[in-house]
């Protein structure tokens, strides 16, 4: 049977009588030997399944099953089963088979229902808009089986999903969000945040984020030196007056070490003005050209 014979339509919702199975070729879960007695096609409602083990597709003829092609050489997918038909085997024992099709390509076939278990993977559900709220990057990332740690771009249609990632995601950034969505993997369901921060844009799993706002070390100690710059421009402008700088670096291991902005007052160089001078405590005013904090 050709590709264009595979896709069987079940008339009137009853029960499908198919001939003897006669030289019944083998499947993936069945037995090498030809069937016995007759088999009932009978329709399902559509169940989403995912492929658990690389069995075969195969078509289903007047004279028994023919294997068409593994289901490891398709798309990772969910596979949605329609109908299913028992086929007795030289042991008397009978193999249940699902007639699928791939939500990928729409590859439709018979397999073995050992093959698969139910389940959606590779699929969403649509964005739904949330209230916007700031997140950063949780200080340790959890393994996961999902794409994670990361900012992605969801490519495809909701039925038939996957990933590309953009870029990692950054301790000290600020991430807006402004939607959430379901994926599904394996059968199970990860909530995933759709996030802005700059020019980057995308998906995030939720359990690599919590609510806050990132501090910028970088940025508060460029605003300190601005307001410091301005005022030692203003009070040394007649090159009579000191002034005094002190180190204001927390002693190591003091709560002020701990505090979580304790990195903005750590020592470093300043910008250079006139009658300055920086001192672990304080000193007579004295000259320097190179303030410390």
């Given amino acids: 049977m050709n ?15 198919i001939g003897v199975l006669l030289g019944l070729m083998p499947l993936i879960g ?7 007695a007759a088999s009932v096609v009978t329709p399902l409602p559509p169940t989403a399944y995912y492929a658990v083990k690389d069995g075969q597709l195969a078509d289903l003829t007047a004279t028994g099953m023919t294997a068409a092609h593994p289901l490891a050489r398709t798309t990772p997918t969910t596979w949605t089963a329609t109908a299913q038909t ?8 009978t ?11 729409g590859v439709q076939g018979w397999t073995a229902a050992t093959n698969l278990q139910p389940g959606r993977t590779y699929q969403t559900t649509a964005p739904q808009a949330v209230k916007a709220q700031n997140y950063v ?21 909701r039925r038939a999903m996957h990933w590309q990632a953009r870029a990692s995601l950054q301790r000290d950034k600020t991430y807006r969000v402004t939607q959430r969505r ?39 100690q460029a605003a300190i030196k601005a307001k410091l710059q301005k005022y030692l421009n203003s009070v040394t402008k007649d090159g009579t007056a000191a002034v005094a700088f002190y180190n204001l670096t927390p002693v190591k291991g003091s709560r002020a070490a701990k505090a979580s902005h304790a990195a903005v007052y ?28």
């Fill in 3 to 17: 590709v264009k014979q595979r896709n069987h339509r079940l008339r009137g919702g009853g029960a499908l009588i």
């Fill in 30 to 36: 069945s037995a090498n030997t030809p069937a016995k």
């Fill in 86 to 93: 028992d086929v007795p085997t030289a042991t008397g024992q």
């Fill in 95 to 105: 193999d249940r088979y699902l007639y699928i099709s791939s939500a990928q390509d």
């Fill in 137 to 157: 990057a949780v200080k340790s990332f959890k393994a996961a089986p999902v794409p994670t740690r990361k900012v992605y771009r969801l490519v495809g249609q």
């Fill in 182 to 220: 379901t994926y599904y993997q394996a059968g199970r369901a990860y909530t995933y945040l759709h996030v802005t921060s700059g020019k980057t844009t995308g998906w995030v799993w939720q359990a690599d984020l919590k609510r806050g706002t990132a501090y910028n070390v970088t940025h508060h």
């Fill in 266 to 293: 750590r020592q470093g160089n300043w910008p250079s003005t006139r009658g300055a001078v920086t001192s672990p405590r304080p000193p007579a005013p004295t000259s320097s050209t190179s303030p410390r904090i």
